[in-house]
């Protein structure tokens, strides 16, 4: 569960540190006080993207942490720890985010720099959203139809987007196969040429830069052979290099028997006398491993030569000459085995829309199944929502082609007057009805949540009087399971809470600033009895939020 967060100059919030209870905490106050900030808050710790504009004015960065307790062990821990990211109190999880005027952000895990999208990751097993718009999405098949999928246990979703995709993947390159087929005539007299005449060069990997050394140092042996020994020579005969030295070494040598200094002079000279000694046998040698032979030479120009002519050919650079050979060789044994080949691709189409077929039908099954009893809990939910006679169902009916997602066709109908028929819920439910049944659904889905904690924002809004006192008590039932953070405006849903939370902003010389405070009993009474009767708090509204909060439970 959320245990701690720390904020620092996000939004309106300058600096501010929260604790929080297990069970439901209902989190008000007035209209733009900035209820959502805190959820705002713990969505850029789960890896939402960063905004630069949600940096407090005047600061240059905002900082954020958040300590979660662990659930039993789970896929949380053991992905802390499989990413070496678990600390040695493994009860607990440590959540850091700074972002900055510039736009970005840094995150840690239990202190250690990690990517966002980890935070995201492990924010899945954390802490799970219901966004005040998401009775909106329930509008779209796609959400409908992700909706119902959530509730489906065991593997069936994931394995027909597995079976799609392999299906897909077949028929792809069945198709192309006899595209391929329909032209393979003259493409196979084309890649025979071209075969054959590669064949004949038969480029080899690196050869060519191999070749071009050797070329370039036997064209140059007559020059680099006359340097090297006229070099020597120099270096040698009576005038040259090592015989000065040695005259000039001599008439140091005597000087230095009288003034020292001499000697430094004469131990550098000695060295270069030496080094070039060296440099005489180095070129002896080389130029006695000088081999001038015209024939590899005239071999090395008509290769080197052909490579060159092969390449402009097929208009690529030498070195790639290997690869192009391999390549066009592998589609000739492709194209004369065509027949093998459509046929071993055909038999693997089929096996796969089979898989696929198959796949797709224990889907649709599960989901007939599934769409009964949520259509039956949803149809209950909404006669204690105020809409008695309502009803809700899932329809569920086939398409012409599976897809990634199966091959059922999903829409949420509803008809809300006793008699009528279900309609599609995007005709004929209003944005009170909408909201009922979008709560209902997301009650319905959070009780099969493994994540330990719960966060609704604003998702009451549209209702009133009774069915929101109810909404509370639904919500209170998930908090014994669940940690729930609730962001409400109603005194109904508020006095359901375990712990009911303030948000309160303050202007200053200094600009707007938000807290949010607990609630001991006392000014929970006044905090109720003014989402009761607004800015006038009465006996009658304090009466009224104290019975409201000893009806609780």
Not at 136 to 158: E, N
Not at 290 to 299: C, F, K, N, T
Not at 351 to 367: F, G, M, V, Y
Not at 440 to 460: G, K, N, R, W, Y
Request: proline share 3%.
């Amino acid at each position: 569960m959320l245990h701690l967060i720390s904020i620092r100059d996000f939004a309106i919030i300058d600096r501010l540190e929260l604790e929080l209870d297990a069970g439901l905490s209902a989190l008000t106050g007035e209209t733009g006080a900035g209820k959502s900030i805190l959820i705002d808050v713990i969505g850029q710790l789960l890896g939402d993207r960063a905004d630069a504009g949600m940096v407090r004015e005047g600061t240059e960065q905002a900082d954020l942490s958040a300590e979660f307790t662990l659930p039993d062990p789970g896929p949380a821990r053991a992905w802390l720890t499989e990413q070496d990211l678990a600390d040695a109190d493994d009860e607990a999880v440590l959540l850091r985010r700074v972002l900055t005027r510039q736009g970005k952000s840094r995150a840690w895990i239990n202190g250690r720099p990690v990517a966002v999208g980890q935070l995201r990751t492990l924010g899945q097993w954390l802490v799970d959203i219901h966004g005040q718009h998401a009775h909106h999405q329930l509008l779209q098949r796609d959400t409908q139809r992700h909706w119902l999928d959530g509730f489906i246990k065991g593997d069936r979703v994931s394995r027909v987007r597995e079976t799609y995709g392999a299906w897909r993947d077949s028929a792809r390159a069945l198709e192309q196969a006899r595209e391929h087929q329909a032209d393979t005539s003259n493409r196979l007299d084309l890649l025979r040429f071209q075969t054959g005449e590669l064949a004949e060069l038969a480029p080899v990997q690196d050869e060519y830069p191999q070749l071009l050394v050797e070329q370039n140092r036997l064209a140059h042996g007559t020059e680099v052979l006359t340097a090297l020994q006229t070099a020597s020579q120099q270096l040698e005969d009576d005038a040259g290099v090592d015989p000065r030295i040695g005259q000039i070494l001599h008439a140091l040598q005597d000087a230095a028997q009288h003034d020292e200094r001499v000697n430094p002079a004469v131990e550098l000279l000695e060295s270069a006398r030496i080094q070039i000694d060296e440099a005489g046998d180095t070129l002896r040698r080389l130029a006695d491993g000088i081999e001038l032979d015209p024939e590899r030479l005239a071999e090395l120009d008509q290769r080197v030569g052909e490579y060159l002519r092969l390449a402009r050919k097929h208009r690529v650079d030498p070195e790639a000459l290997p690869g192009l050979y391999d390549e066009l060789q592998s589609e000739l044994d492709a194209l004369e085995n065509g027949d093998q080949t459509l046929e071993a691709l055909e038999a693997r189409e089929q096996e796969a829309r089979t898989a696929l077929d198959t796949a797709a039908a224990a889907l649709s099954k599960a989901r007939q199944q599934t769409a009964r009893r949520i259509s039956r809990a949803v149809t209950d939910t909404m006669q204690e929502l105020g809409m008695a006679g309502g009803h809700f169902e899932i329809a569920i009916e086939p398409t012409d082609e599976p897809q990634a997602h199966g091959q059922d066709q999903i829409e949420f109908r509803v008809a809300a007057n006793p008699g009528a028929a279900p309609q599609p819920m995007a005709k004929v439910a209003s944005g009170g009805e909408l909201s009922r049944i979008g709560l209902a659904l997301q009650v319905l889905a959070s009780q099969q949540q493994t994540v330990p904690t719960l966060i609704f924002d604003e998702v009451d809004s549209g209702i009133s009087g009774a069915v929101a006192e109810i909404v509370g008590r639904k919500l209170r039932t998930l908090g014994d399971r669940h940690q729930v953070l609730c962001v409400t405006h109603l005194a109904q849903v508020a006095a359901q809470a375990h712990q009911q939370l303030e948000v309160q902003k303050s202007h200053g010389k200094n600009g707007t600033r938000t807290a949010i405070q607990p609630l001991d009993n006392e000014r929970r009474v006044e905090a109720l009895a003014r989402l009761i009767g607004g800015t006038q708090i009465t006996e009658t509204t304090r009466t009224h939020a104290r019975e409201l909060l000893a009806t609780a439970g």
